[in-house]
């Protein structure tokens, strides 16, 4: 079986550099609608792998902005966020501008006399109507149910997006902001070395790994919406039981669940919990065989086959875009090893059916419309 989704991942590469290249046209409209708008704080609202890059994204944005960023589900805002300060910004994102959900979260802060602005990747956008403004994520038409380079690709767009309205703003300079792209090419240019190295340990894990029922990803720090993503990915195309945990929450009770059944996943991205992600292995280990740790070799004393060490950049803003690549690897390989195209949902009406989307004038309900 031969999916789209291996291809997306290959190409995130290409689509980041793309952003980051032609950020001030991307940005623009943005930009001049905000560029003299009071704001101290902005939500970022989005569901899924919206929801998830937006969280990869906050760390960076905080740090550069000097105020707080707020990641919520649209729903969540819309249903029962006070929001006090009324010099709010509010960003809908939805890769596939569909999401009724965002919308409704968008409709919200407009009441309400906030700014919005909507992201999306598809240019005729159900979101873009309930914003002021819309922005383009130029990551092509990603004709996959589980998006991948729409993960980073969104990521990076709202990096851009506040980046450039930073600079108009004064609150940062041309050359810090030429410092953190420098950084994001160092880490967008390993990607390829990640993939590679990615697609060689699945193969070592796979036979193991194909009957698990129950699977879990655990992680720390700014690799958190990785741990987020990554469930979702697997969960998305795998369609066993997945769950996704911050390692310190795991530690406060959810240890208490692992059998020899459980299959985990370790994000251990460089910082003062990769040790403890090791000692969390070596305790685990003896309750389950089925231990991935997925890291960089400094620290590791003694590896696994069943372990990706693999030189990481480890960045603690932008290497989410690495730390993502395993994991999506996973998601695309093993349902094609169980018979599963990872491209196509379980049911491609479901979001119809159920209500969750706009799906008047959609004729491919897994990514955004073909442009014309």
């Not at 002021?132 to 709202?158: M, R, S, W």
């Not at 894990?205 to 655990?218: D, G, H, Q, S, T």
Request: hydrophobic fraction near 40%.
């Amino acid at each position: 079986m031969a999916s789209n989704m291996y291809n997306y991942i290959c190409e995130t590469p290409v689509v980041l550099k793309h952003i980051i290249e032609n950020r001030k046209e991307i940005a623009k409209e943005f930009v001049e609608k905000f560029k003299d708008y009071e704001i101290d704080q902005i939500y970022v609202l989005g569901s899924g792998t919206s929801y998830h890059a937006g969280l990869s994204a906050k760390n960076y944005l905080e740090e550069l902005l000097g105020m707080k960023v707020i990641c919520m589900y649209p729903t969540q805002f819309e249903r029962s966020e006070k929001v006090f300060n009324k010099k709010t910004l509010v960003i809908g994102m939805s890769q596939g501008g569909q999401s009724l959900s965002t919308v409704a979260g968008l409709d919200c802060a407009k009441a309400q006399g906030f700014g919005t602005a909507g992201v999306s990747a598809n240019r005729n956008a159900f979101i873009f109507e309930h914003a002021d403004t819309k922005t383009l994520i130029e990551v092509g038409n990603e004709k996959c149910g589980a998006k991948t380079k729409g993960y980073a690709g969104t990521t990076v767009t709202l990096m851009m997006m506040l980046t450039e309205l930073a600079l108009a703003k004064g609150i940062t300079t041309e050359e810090k902001a030429a410092a953190y792209r420098e950084r994001m090419y160092k880490v967008i240019d390993n990607l390829g070395n990640v993939t590679k190295a990615a697609v060689q340990w699945y193969g070592r894990i796979k036979e193991e790994f194909l009957p698990a029922k129950r699977i879990i990803v655990v992680g720390y720090d700014g690799m958190y919406a990785d741990v987020l993503e990554g469930a979702l990915k697997i969960l998305e195309t795998v369609r066993q039981g997945v769950t996704g945990y911050d390692i310190e929450e795991f530690f406060h009770g959810i240890y208490n669940s692992i059998t020899d059944s459980a299959h985990v996943f370790y994000v251990g991205s460089k910082g003062d919990y990769k040790p403890r992600t090791l000692k969390l292995i070596e305790i685990l280990s003896d309750w389950t065989p089925h231990n991935y740790l997925i890291a960089s070799p400094d620290g590791v004393d003694r590896a696994s086959d069943k372990d990706l060490l693999v030189e990481f950049t480890e960045d603690p803003l932008f290497s989410a875009w690495e730390y993502i690549i395993p994991l999506q690897i996973v998601a695309c390989f093993a349902p094609e090893d169980l018979g599963i195209n990872p491209d196509i949902p379980k049911d491609p009406n479901f979001h119809r059916r159920i209500g969750s989307k706009n799906m008047e004038g959609v004729t491919n309900p897994y990514g955004v419309e073909d442009e014309k």
